[in-house]
Nanobody, 115 residues
């Protein structure tokens, strides 16, 4: 069974930084695409950033220039470096992995930003 487990969430002051990590298990194959989504209270889950196995990246406009996504293919891990966190960034951040017809999701890690 494929599993994704996030870590690194927590409370940070506005302007601060956090790094999220996501480790995949249960598969010997590297995900074609890995990424991060987030869901704030009362809002729909939205894409934050994705990265392919070839390191092509996509960012949502609100985080571009502040967040950086990177991955370690052989370890099947993906990271999200979040800098200059803003009051609108708090949410549960979910790790995503796509491999063919398989979509895998983590349980989420909470990011809170204090002003």
């Amino acid at each position: 069974q494929v599993q994704l487990v996030e870590s690194g969430g927590g409370l940070v002051q506005a302007g601060g930084s956090l790094r999220l990590s996501c480790a995949a298990s249960g598969t010997i194959f590297s995900f074609n695409t890995m990424g991060w989504y987030r869901q704030a209270p009362g809002k729909q889950r939205e894409l934050v950033a994705t990265i392919t196995s070839g390191s092509s990246t996509v960012y949502t406009d609100s985080v571009r220039g502040r967040y950086t996504i990177f991955r370690h293919n052989t370890k099947n891990m993906v990271y999200l470096q979040m800098n200059s966190l803003k009051p609108e960034d708090p949410a549960v951040y979910y790790c995503y992995g796509g491999l063919g017809a398989l979509d895998a999701w983590g349980q989420g890690t909470l990011v809170t930003v204090s002003s």
